[in-house]
């Protein structure tokens, strides 16, 4: 009986086992066909996408050439009309130099152009107008159809032409060099005037000779008008402090003080032992009035060093 329900158990646990296994396979051939179905439309998209992007640099490419290509237009337009405005200066200064010269008058200055005009130019268009200029001036020679003498001639017209444009040259230089030297003497006597300037309202000849105007010296920083004091003056302030109080303090009191003493009433010292001090024995007595002369004449010996130190005193701090 036992063994026939472990073989029904065994047999039960079995049936179980393969149901568990075909669900099993079954849901991971499921999950196996959802993920191969995600890989093709991944896929699917980047394809997409790859064409897309390759659609937009097309577009992207073809715009790039539409711009560059209205840009070259542009410019050779520009161009076009630079060389025509160009080849009618340069037709129109022929006919006025081929007209001067015919006259037998003197070579005229050319006439002045804008100069913010042609100080707004950038290097590439100064040298792309030389370039269109000098193509216009400069014609190309037929040598192969010249003989000898034409070639002979226009070597000779040539070297007339370098002749005179270097005579304009070395003109040009010494009339800058001139007009160098003229601004130089300009500047000095500005300077010149100025220094008078300055010293005349009491500054420094320096002051309005600089980059900046000269510094306005306020009285203070709370009154709204000019400091008229001098350099010494002002240099006075900050002279001395505490200590030049202190002592003109100490001399104040030493003066009250040696006014009171001097204003004392004046008694003579008592005898001692029938002798009066400072004096010796068998010196005759003095009168009353001759001892207060005396100590005046004392006093006012005192005060005259007194003074002299002083004065001493004084001239020495001015030095």
């Known amino acids: 009986m036992a063994s026939a329900e472990d073989a029904e158990s065994k047999n039960k646990l079995n049936d179980q086992l393969k149901d568990y296994i075909t669900q099993w396979r079954d849901e991971r051939s499921k999950e196996e066909e959802e993920l191969k179905r995600l890989k093709e439309k ?3 998209r980047k394809e997409i996408r ?3 992007e390759k659609k937009l640099s097309q577009q992207k490419r073809a715009e790039e050439e539409k711009i560059k290509k209205e840009e070259t237009e542009r410019r050779d337009a520009e161009a076009l009309t630079k060389k025509k405005d160009l080849e009618d200066a340069e037709r129109k200064r022929q006919e006025m130099m081929a007209a001067q010269k015919e006259k037998g008058g003197k070579k005229s200055q050319a006439p002045a152009m804008d100069a913010r005009k042609e100080m707004s130019k950038s290097k590439e268009q100064v040298e792309e107008e030389m370039k269109i200029s000098l193509s216009i001036r400069i014609k190309p020679l ?3 159809e010249m003989d000898s003498d034409e070639l002979r001639n226009k070597t000779n017209s040539i070297w007339n032409t370098i002749v005179e444009l270097e005579t304009d040259k070395y003109d040009y230089e010494q009339r800058h060099l001139d007009q ?6 300009l500047a000095e ?3 010149l005037q100025l220094r008078n300037k300055a010293i005349k309202k009491g500054l420094d000849p320096e002051s309005f000779t600089g980059a900046h105007p000269p510094t306005i010296h306020m009285f203070s920083k709370y009154e709204r008008r000019t400091d008229t004091r001098t350099y010494g003056d002002r240099k006075k302030l900050y002279e001395g402090g505490a200590e030049v109080i202190r002592s003109e303090m100490l001399e104040s009191a030493w003066k009250d003080k040696f006014g009171e003493w001097s204003k004392r009433p004046k008694a003579k010292l008592p005898k001692w ?3 009066r001090p400072g004096k010796k024995v068998g010196d005759p007595e003095t009168p009353e009035g001759e001892e ?3 100590a005046e004449e004392a006093e006012a010996e005192e005060e005259y060093d ?4 002083e004065e001493e005193e004084e001239e020495e701090e001015e030095e």
Do not use: M, N, P, W
């Open 42 to 44: 991944q896929a699917k």
């Open 50 to 52: 790859i064409e897309q």
């Open 142 to 144: 037929s040598l192969e």
């Open 180 to 185: 160098d030297y003229e601004f130089k003497e």
């Open 189 to 191: 006597r500005q300077k």
């Open 273 to 275: 032992f029938g002798v």
């Open 292 to 294: 207060d002369a005396a």
């Open 306 to 309: 007194e003074e002299e130190e």
